[in-house]
């Protein structure tokens, strides 16, 4: 992230140079991460590549997962307006087998899972075609294989939207502010007019915190550094069969569901 | 030169006054969108393209008007051309000014808009697109603009265009190509997901950008007299001919590998349009029209009996123009959108922004088109060419 952080200063830099963008500039200081004290960079998560599994069975009432959602959507000041509900912004939620793993129901799908739902959120991919559509970066993906957003560069294209096989990705068709109940002060509102998504909590790793999904999950998400043999969640991977979406289309899910 | 378009019949200053009349109208539409965001407009999470970037892909295609004409005179030395090549490459200024008023007014942040130069991201095909198209634009004005005042000022063409007129060849493909690749090369919509897309765009394009071409000439020279020539229409509107052939051809190729092959993916959307699915099928009438409209637009151009009757030809080129434009303005882009990647099925429907800021565009473009005409026409009138 340093490195990026630098990066952001320079072009932030010769764009307040160049007259384009003396009030984006101020606002991104709210929200890019602060450098941090030694002490707070000791504390700071780090992995080759963050990965997530959902373990799908601890998910069974309806408040399983809406404490999940809940604990996402409440922090990251995702708007709610239940008016404009194809418009909608969501960065974790809940769909059922078929529309979450479309090509690998059959008609005799047991019933746990027929009935059941499933947690959806941006897979993080290893080769994201979000990234690669993008053309100014706003979306790219970090060290550490978060793919991240930079919500004061995104022009708005949505191309990035027609990029993703997930359907992780919201736009903000209008204005979010209003639609936010108690904002969190520490977490930015976006703009009208950009793309969003899960960003698998940067800001909370940066600070030696999991991710705010997984603290509120009980232990039905686990959260950890795919690169490394020893996590805890190659751990599980190693003793239970998990599944990813769509891999057929090669973008490598960090993602995976123990069904 | 330019004054000449300051010179005209009322007729031509009513014109000129309505489209600054539409102009002015979709601009008010266009600032409380600014204000509001796109949450104006029928777009959503589900279908986040709608008929703005639609109009984009079709209108690209559009400025294939000049390469139709181009390609013929320049290599094939069809003289029949030379008269209205002038109006084809000032056609194709008008499409691409289209074209990139629909992009940003889709745009979410437009003010942003120079992020694309500042961060140039070479692995983005919307990068290789603003190149290309920003390249087409101006080669365009170059070459028609210094022909035109080689021909005003009765001295031959400059020398140095030659090698411009050749490489805007090849740039025309370029603009069909890599809009196609835009859409083409993404995993999971199964609808754009087609190696012969970059195929269809540059049929569809090469019959409808004449087209629409032709019918304007025609306009034209009931307005002024300006007669692009007998035998100039009779080729291009063979060449429009073919080109909607192999158009409808390669729709075909798709039907038959998404239903043959019984895939669902490849199906669905199809059907969607066709049939409908799941119970839902706003487009289905649009479909069944652009079938009905091309296949009687190829019974009317096909047969050289009917294609050289004027009236014959006009109705046919009409119906191609409708057929092309709800294949490519209409279905194609939304279609990419359903079903969603979760199979689930959200409809569109632009919304009366979305129409009265596209006729903003359109005026826009119309505009810029009767100007540069204007003055070609002028000058051709002065030279005795018509
Ligand atoms: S799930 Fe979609 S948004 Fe997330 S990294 Fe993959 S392609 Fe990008
Ligand atoms: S909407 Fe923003 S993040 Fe998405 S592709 Fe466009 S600029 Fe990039």
Redesign the pocket.
């Known amino acids: 992230m340093g490195s990026n952080r630098r990066q952001f200063l320079r072009i932030a830099g010769v764009t307040t140079l160049l007259g384009l963008g003396g009030g984006i500039t101020l606002s991104a200081s709210s929200y890019q991460p602060e450098e941090h004290s030694a002490r707070e960079k000791e504390a700071r998560l780090h992995a080759g590549r963050w990965g997530m599994v959902i373990d799908t069975r601890k998910f069974q009432t309806e408040e399983d997962f809406h404490r999940v959602i809940e604990a996402c959507h409440s922090i990251h000041n995702v708007p709610r307006d239940e008016a404009k509900a194809k418009q909608e912004i969501k960065w974790i939620w809940a769909d059922h087998f078929e529309h979450v793993f479309p090509g690998k129901e059959n008609p005799f799908l047991a019933e746990r899972v027929e009935q059941n739902e499933f947690l959806l959120l ?4 290893k080769n ?4 690669r559509v993008c053309p100014t970066q706003a979306t790219y993906k970090r060290e550490d294989g978060i ?1 991240q957003m930079d919500f004061h560069r995104c022009i708005g294209c949505r191309y ?1 939207m027609a ?4 359907g ?2 919201s736009f903000n068709f209008c204005d979010p502010g209003p639609y936010v109940k108690d904002k969190n002060p520490d977490f930015p509102v976006r703009m009208r007019g950009v793309v969003e ?1 899960c960003l698998f909590c940067y800001e909370r790793l940066e600070e030696g915190k999991q991710p705010a999904c997984v603290e509120a999950s009980n232990g039905g998400l686990i959260f950890g550094d795919l690169d490394d043999p020893d996590s805890h969640i190659r751990q599980v991977l190693r003793e239970k069969y998990t599944i990813r979406r769509k891999v057929d289309l090669g ?1 490598e ?1 960090s993602v995976f569901y123990i069904v | 030169m330019l004054e000449k378009a300051l010179d005209g019949s009322k007729t031509y200053w009513a014109w000129i006054i309505f489209l600054l009349a539409v102009m002015g109208v979709g601009s008010i539409f266009y600032i409380i969108q600014l204000q509001k965001g796109l949450m104006v407009t029928g777009m959503s999470r589900d279908v986040s393209w709608g008929f703005y970037i639609a109009q984009f892909t079709y209108f690209v295609g559009v400025a294939a008007s000049a390469v139709m004409l181009v390609l013929p005179l320049y290599l094939h030395n069809q003289k029949e051309f030379k008269k209205m090549v002038i109006l084809g490459e000032f056609m194709a200024v008008a499409a691409v000014v289209i074209c990139m008023g629909f992009i940003v007014v889709d745009l979410g942040q437009p003010q942003r808009m120079l992020n694309v130069m500042l961060y140039p991201t070479p692995n983005s095909m919307l990068f290789y697109d603003m190149i290309v198209l920003t390249g087409y634009l101006l080669l365009n004005i170059v070459i028609a603009w210094n022909n035109l005042h080689a021909e005003w000022q009765r001295r031959p063409h400059p020398r140095w265009l030659q090698p411009l007129i050749y490489l805007s060849i090849v740039w025309a493909v370029s603009i069909h190509t890599v809009t196609a690749f835009l859409i083409q090369g993404l995993p999971g919509r199964h609808l754009w997901l087609t190696a012969i897309m970059a195929s269809r765009f540059l049929a569809s394009a090469f019959c409808s950008g004449p087209a629409i071409l032709i019918i304007l000439a025609l306009i034209a020279k009931k307005f002024t007299r300006f007669d692009p020539g007998r035998e100039a229409i009779r080729i291009l509107s063979q060449i429009v001919t073919y080109a909607m052939i192999a158009n409808v051809f390669l729709f075909l190729c798709e039907l038959f590998t998404a239903y043959y092959s019984n895939i669902p993916g490849h199906e669905h959307i199809l059907t969607y349009f066709f049939l409908g699915l799941h119970g839902k099928g706003a487009l289905v009438g649009w479909a069944w029209v652009m079938a009905g409209a091309g296949i009687l637009s190829l019974v009317i151009l096909i047969p050289s009996r009917f294609r050289n009757n004027q009236d014959l030809l006009l109705a046919g080129l009409v119906l191609l123009i409708l057929a092309t434009w709800i294949d490519k303005g209409l279905l194609l882009i939304v279609g990419g959108f359903i079903p969603n990647p979760m199979g689930a099925i959200t409809q569109y429907a632009p919304t009366g922004y979305e129409i009265m800021i596209s006729a903003m565009i359109y005026a826009t473009g119309l505009l810029i088109l009767t100007i540069l005409w204007k003055v070609a026409i002028g000058v051709k009138k002065e030279i005795g060419e018509a």
Do not use: D, L, Q
């Open positions: 941006c897979n993080h991919c994201p075609p979000c990234v793919v990035c990029g993703c096989p997930f992780s990705r998504k973008t899910p």
